[in-house]
Each structure stands twice: as C-alpha cells, then as structure tokens.
C-alpha cells in the first residue's frame, strides 16, 4: 500500500482536479431550469474521479470535468461503462453463447479500448520522461515510479495502469455519491460538517494537515464504506496450513470468503446498522466495535494498494463540497421525488440538488 506521506504528494493536484470538480457543479447548478438542480451527481463524480487517478498516474489531465470531454476520453469512459455492464453477462453465460450473442466480443472490444487509450497515455508519458533525462532534469511522479523500480516489464507496466485505472474510479465516486446522498437527507450531519470543516480551513483551500483536524468529515466516509463497501466480498485460500477462526476449523486450501456488506452491517458491532451514523466513529459518541467488523479496503499485503489516495480524494473533494463558499451556506437535499436504492440507480439521475443561503453567524 502506498503509504500515507506518499499519498499526500498528491493533494495539490487532487486539488486542482476537486476546483474543475466544483466549477462543473456550479455550472450544472445554473445551468438547470430551476437554477438548484445538479442533475446526474455520481456520472459527474465518476469522471471526477476518473480525471484525479488518471492525472496521478500520467501526470496530464485528460478532460473528463471539461464541458466537451473530448472524444477519444469520452469513448475511453464509455468503454469502461460497458466491460462493466457486458461482464455480468460473460460471466453468467456459458461459452457456447459467445459468437451467438452480442456480450462477448462488445466485452473484449472495450477491454481493447481500455488498454489502447491507457498505452497511448503511458507511450507519451514515456517519450516525456527520456526527454527529461536527456536534459538531465529528475522525472517525478507515479509512472517513473513504475517504470524505474525496474521490477516491471513495459507490457506488465501497461496492465498495471489499466488495473488502476478501473479501480480507482467507481470505487471513490460511488463513495462520494452515497456519502452526498445520506448527508443530503440529514441537514444535522451536513450543518456539522460544514461548521467543522470552515473551522479549520476559513475560506482556505484544505490541504492534508488540516484534514487531520476533521475528525466527522474521516467518520462520514468511514460510515459511508460501512454501509456500502464498494467492494462486497473478499476470498483468500488458507494455502499454507489448517487454521481456525472463531473455534471453527478450515483445512489447509480451503476458500475462505469475507463478506464486507454482511459483516459491516453486523447488529452486534454497529446497533442500529442499517442507520447512517457517522458519529458512531468519532470518540466520543463511539461505541466498542471489532477492529475487523468493517475493513472495506482488505487487510494484508493483498489489501487496497491505492487506500491512501482514495482516501485523500474523497477527504478532500467532500471538504471542498460541504465548506462552499466562504460566508455562504449551501444546503444539499434530495430533488423532490427522488427515490434511490442502490448505486447504479444513482447514475443517469437527477437526484441532488443545493441552495445557498448567507451564512448565520
Ligand atoms: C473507496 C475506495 C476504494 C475501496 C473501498 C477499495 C477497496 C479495495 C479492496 C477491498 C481491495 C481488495 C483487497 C483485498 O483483497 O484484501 C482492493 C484492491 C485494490 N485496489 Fe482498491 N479500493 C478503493 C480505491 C482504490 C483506488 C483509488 C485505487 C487506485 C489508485 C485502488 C487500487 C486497487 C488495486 C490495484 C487493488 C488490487 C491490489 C492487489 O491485488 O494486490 N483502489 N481495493
């Protein structure tokens, strides 16, 4: 995993990418019939946070939170959109069905569309980094950093950059969509962490040390992963020996699955479960919980290589969000209507929407 103070060389340009993020929303903001509605939130923070990873990685932005996202960016997103979409059916379907149906080859068309568009971004990335050398200046950044340590191969270089790309994307935006969500149904919560939030930063553009003075802000994410922990389920295969867990044995080779969305919503570690209560986390409202009742990033040496970085986003980008604008208050709610139930309903609907008000002092 990529550690803490390595992860916190990235908050200026997370920063910049979180402004164009907030720019958009305005526009969106007045842009809509009602002069409030935000229209489709998470397919914008989709390419929020598509716009963040793909700018750590390559160190170029690539006009996701552009009004125009240029095309060939634009067919990119609609690739990953549908190998998402094909792959529920590749993998329910057997093989006999391939050159029958249509799921299969679209499948393996946007996989091509995903790893051309990643080595275009890495070739360039690359040609820039041998001219540096050549003029004797030192490369910075992710993908030197790759390419560098000299344990990869190019081609694994190319896999490894698609990987990230995928994972860092819906994993932080489908957060931030829930984390809005729920705080647009509770104005306490969304009140506090406004007063939190302005407390430490002003009218300042938070940066990591003032993020280790918002302790809610960490605990509505926390709270968010708990309750939608992007990433459902976790096996590993006890390889080396027999073990035994909670007085049950499994024998050496045994599947082992840990189910994030049951455990974290466990009665016995969090009362009330199915409640969004981020001051569960805080210490003083927090009540004693196993530390391995809600571990949506993994645990280990296989846990969530990109932890820091998610976190660092979503921290920043729901600070920047919840604080607006220096001596206005802006309220998020629900567009009337609305009506949620899972993640993907979130895409492709108008459901947030936000008035500002001056602030009372
Ligand atoms: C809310 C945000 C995120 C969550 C909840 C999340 C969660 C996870 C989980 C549960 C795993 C599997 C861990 C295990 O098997 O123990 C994982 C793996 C991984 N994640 Fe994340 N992730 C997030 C964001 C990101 C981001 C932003 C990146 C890229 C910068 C990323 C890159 C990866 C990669 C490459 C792996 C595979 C690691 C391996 O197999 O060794 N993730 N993630």
Same mark, same amino acid.
């Given at each position: 995993m990529l550690k803490p103070t390595e992860a916190m060389l990235y908050a200026g340009t997370l920063n910049a990418v979180t402004s164009d993020l907030l720019g958009r929303l305005e526009a969106k903001r007045r842009g809509s019939p009602s002069g409030q509605g935000l229209g489709d939130v998470a397919s914008l923070l989709y390419r929020f946070a598509l716009e963040g990873i793909a700018s750590i990685l390559f160190e170029t932005r690539i006009g996701c939170l552009e009004p125009q996202v240029p095309p060939e960016t634009q067919r990119f997103i609609d690739a990953i959109g549908c190998m998402f979409r094909d792959s529920v059916f590749v993998t329910a379907l057997p093989a006999w069905t391939r050159p029958l149906l249509p799921f299969w080859d679209r499948y393996l068309r946007s996989w091509d569309t995903i790893f051309a568009f990643g080595k275009q971004l890495i070739d360039r990335r690359m040609e820039e980094l041998a001219a540096q050398q050549e003029r004797g200046q030192e490369a910075s950044g992710y993908l030197s950093y790759l390419l560098a /340590? $000299?344990?990869?191969t190019p081609t694994q270089v190319y896999g490894s950059v698609a990987e990230l790309l995928l994972a860092g994307v819906d994993t932080t935006s489908n957060t931030l969509s829930w984390a809005l969500y729920h705080l647009a149904r509770d104005p306490q919560a969304q009140a506090n962490l406004h007063r939190e939030v302005t407390g430490v930063v002003g009218g300042q553009v938070p940066d990591v040390p003032h993020l280790a003075q918002m302790p809610l802000l960490k605990a509505i994410i926390k709270e968010t992963l708990r309750l939608y922990? %992007? %990433?459902?389920v976790n096996s590993r295969v006890a390889v080396e020996k027999d073990i035994i867990v909670g007085g049950y044995l499994f024998p050496k080779g045994t599947l082992i699955s840990f189910a994030h969305f049951t455990l974290s919503r466990d009665e016995r570690s969090f009362p009330e479960p199915e409640r969004f209560l981020p001051q569960r986390w805080l210490r003083a409202g927090a009540a004693p919980h196993h530390p391995? !009742? !809600?571990?949506?990033? =993994? *645990?280990?040496?296989? =846990? /969530? %290589?990109g932890r820091r970085i998610a976190e660092l986003e979503m921290h920043l980008a729901l600070a920047r969000v919840s604080g607006g604008v220096p001596g206005t208050r802006q309220h998020w709610s629900l567009c009337p209507g609305s009506r949620l139930a899972t993640s993907s309903w979130l895409? $492709? *609907? !108008?459901w947030l929407q936000v008035t500002s008000a001056p602030e009372k002092r």
């Open positions: /340590c $000299g344990h990869l922990p %992007v %990433v459902q391995f !009742s !809600s571990i949506p990033f =993994g *645990y280990g040496i296989r =846990g /969530c %290589v895409k $492709g *609907y !108008s």
